[in-house]
């Protein structure tokens, strides 16, 4: 259990497992602990960081990829992390303290809704679920099922944890794809040409409620989904030769794009699509 399940005030959290290691609960009972008083340099000690303590992020597509890297460096900062996505129980995740692993198809509404309502606030949420199926896009329940993970989803997302936030800030997954299309990968063009567009309506939406709302289109990233790319020689080097920092994109480096803009130093920007692709688009 995370100390915002039960929190009634943002000064205050409950439960022992946000305590730095020497305020320890007897048998978990809970306890109200003025935001104050957490040790921050004790924190940093035990190699926890203090940018996101003690806010809530929810991130989909959590169990793998790019979102995982993204529960990874929130948790790290401090932010208690819900990672929703598929094969929960085989997430490297489930290990950390400060991430809960949740079981999730972002196309079951009913399953969304329920979680979304267990909630009692949200601060940074993080829609990063996504799917692509090569060559067999053309077929409509094809199409209509990247379209249904990619952004039908992703809106409803926002939907559900916009009524459980008061400020924060959204940071949606577009893509190189948003500004290319793909003959291959039809739906998944188009999905991610619409997710910059809901990041601009959603920035003007939103903003009165204090919530910014942005997106990062990610280059070649390393992933498992990446892998077969990877491994083919003649691909690789034709990708490379495109990257003008010639490399491909670690996970980590994405989710810290998201982190900045999620933070304060991103303050004045909603509403913006932020290329985080190593220069790919600018040739």
Known sequence: MFATDKLQDAKYTVLAETLPRNRTLRDGCEARIPVEAIDGEELMANGIGTKFALKVVVVTGGTSGIGEACAREFAAEGAEVYALGLNAKASPLSANPSVRVVEMDVTDDKALSNFFAGLNRVDYMVPAAGISVADKEHEPDIFDKVMAVNLTAVMRCCTLGRAKMTGGAIVLI?????????????????????????????????????????????????????APLKADEQVSEIILGRT???RFGDPSELAKAIMFLCSNDASFITGATLPVDGGYLTV
């Open 174 to 226: 577009a893509s190189m794809y948003s500004t290319f299309g793909s003959s291959q990968r039809p739906a998944y063009a188009a999905s991610k040409g619409a997710i910059v567009q809901l990041t601009k309506s959603l920035a003007q939406s939103y903003a009165s409620a204090g919530i910014r709302v942005n997106a990062v289109a990610p280059g070649w990233i390393d992933t498992p989904l990446l």
């Open 244 to 246: 003008p920092l010639a």
